[in-house]
């Protein structure tokens, strides 16, 4: 089995920071993308940012400038920086993996999420 857990959320004022991290455990071969998505109340799963196993990035273009993605694969783990932050950044965070567990078993696995608030 394959586990993602989620890191680093919490309150923070605008124009604060945070880092989230996201470490993968378990049964793991490789680590192909990994990503970080997030959702508010009433709001549908958007993506933030992602990654690729070559550490090519892709951002949302509300978060562009902002947020930071980046990887560790010898701690299978990815963070999110996290800079600037606004009130509409306010959400749940989650995580996802795509993610080897034998040479021919791939899955896209999901954290549990992090809350993160942004307010005064």
């Known amino acids: 089995q394959v586990q993602l857990v989620e890191s680093g959320g919490g309150l923070v004022q605008p124009g604060g920071s945070l880092r989230l991290s996201c470490a993968a455990s378990g049964s793991i071969f490789s680590i192909n993308s990994m990503g970080w998505h997030r959702q508010a109340p009433g709001e549908q799963r958007e993506l933030v940012a992602s990654i690729t196993s070559g550490g090519i990035t892709n951002y949302a273009d509300s978060v562009k400038g902002r947020f930071t993605i980046s990887r560790d694969d010898a701690k299978n783990t990815v963070y999110l920086q996290m800079d600037s932050l606004k009130p509409e950044d306010t959400a749940v965070y989650y995580c996802?993996?795509?993610?080897?567990?034998?040479?021919?078993?791939?899955?896209?696995?999901w954290g549990h999420g992090t809350q993160v608030t942004v307010n005064s």
């Open positions: 996802n993996g795509v993610i080897y567990a034998t040479k021919w078993q791939v899955n896209n696995y």
